[in-house]
């Protein structure tokens, strides 16, 4: 089997003082940078929005942080703007390794945000990312990042949908836990069969 680690948002913004700062986002980074030696592959993810995206609270007429809107596809968080593409803040935390073999960019799209490395958050448009993996040979993969209830966890979930053998890190993951979002990711998780570990 070919193995890849998959290194998700690990970025200033998501670490403390960040826009959208995950609580201890940033203790994620020593152990993953531990683990990166031990893979055929490490891929690394970045969040990266144009300024003014969908995602964005202070894109909506009286959108709250936090607060809940509907978009063509489906139910959307609203968010502090973050992830700016070229700011700080859309940069790795300094201290993580990217050594990777690659980088791949998702929520570019100014209309849909994407949680996932390997959809949209319409569930249907592609980052790419899969069809990178399979002309590379690479059937299974672990995950570890940021955070655990959003981006990891559609991550995790699509990987395993495609019938990749899928490991999510929880020891390298930290969550925002938004209303019960962790609980609601973990056993999400497990039902499609994402093997949970740490
Ligand atoms: C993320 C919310 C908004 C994440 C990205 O990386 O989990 N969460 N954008
Ligand atoms: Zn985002």
Redesign the pocket.
């Known amino acids: 089997m070919t193995h890849a680690l998959i290194v998700i948002d690990v970025q200033n913004d998501f670490c403390p003082g960040g826009a ?1 700062a995950v609580p201890g986002g940033d203790e994620v980074v020593a152990p993953i940078n531990a683990m990166m030696d031990r893979f055929d592959a490490v891929i690394l993810t970045q ?1 990266w ?1 144009p300024a003014g ?1 969908s ?1 964005f609270a202070s894109s909506h007429e009286g959108g709250e942080p936090f607060g809940m809107i509907d978009m063509p596809y489906g139910p959307q968080v609203l ?1 502090p703007d ?2 700016v593409k070229g700011t700080e803040g859309a940069a790795f935390h300094p201290r993580l390794r990217t050594d990777g073999d690659l980088i791949i960019r998702k ?1 570019f799209n100014p209309a849909i ?3 996932s490395a390997f959809f949209e958050n319409d569930h249907e448009t592609p980052t790419g990312l899969e069809g990178y993996l399979r002309t590379r040979g690479i059937d299974r993969l672990t995950m570890a990042g940021l955070a655990t209830d959003f ?1 990891v966890h559609y991550s995790a979930v699509d990987a395993a949908r495609l019938g990749f053998e899928v490991t999510v890190r929880l020891d390298a993951c930290r969550a925002i836990d938004l209303d019960g979002s962790l609980g609601a990711a973990v056993d999400a998780m497990k039902a499609a069969g994402v093997k949970l570990e740490g």
């Open positions: 959208l969040d929005h995206h995602s968010w973050h992830c929520g945000d994407s949680y981006c």
